[in-house]
């Protein structure tokens, strides 16, 4: 089993940065990965990243502003988001499996863990 807690969600205006922090405790974990919801949209995929970072995925849309990054030792991931956009407003989930995911990164039907949920809400 595995428990997740996020934090680090609020309020910005559109150009800002925000940065995220996923805190997991129980069984080791070997993928995490960042999903978010926006209103009546389905939950998609943001970036993943395996417990060694040998391979970090990033979907489209954020590539190049959203950094994820894995801290061992703290059992953390964290998701550092830049020049925010008002279309990335969404309720963020940290999302973990004590599994390599391999190819199915973004697959969020392979990770039985999650997160609460945090909200980012970005001003235009």
């Known amino acids: 089993q595995v428990s997740l807690v996020e934090s680090g969600g609020g309020l910005v205006q559109a150009g800002g940065s925000l940065r995220l922090s996923c805190a997991s405790s129980?069984?080791?974990?070997?993928?995490y990965a960042w999903f978010r919801q926006g209103p009546r949209m389905e939950r998609e995929f943001v970036a993943a990243?395996?417990?060694?970072?040998?391979?970090?995925y990033y979907a489209h849309s954020v590539k190049g502003r959203f950094t994820i990054t894995s801290d061992n030792a703290k059992n953390t991931v964290d998701l550092q988001m830049n020049a925010l956009q008002p279309e990335d407003t969404a309720v963020y989930y940290c999302?973990?499996?004590?599994?390599?995911?391999?190819?199915?990164?973004?697959?969020?039907?392979?990770?039985?863990?999650w997160g609460q949920g945090t909200q980012v809400t970005v001003s235009s």
């Open positions: 129980g069984q080791a974990v070997e993928s």
């Open positions: 999302a973990a499996s004590i599994y390599y995911l391999g190819t199915y990164y973004s697959d969020r039907g392979k990770y039985p863990y």
């Open positions: 990243i395996d417990k060694r970072s040998i391979t970090i």
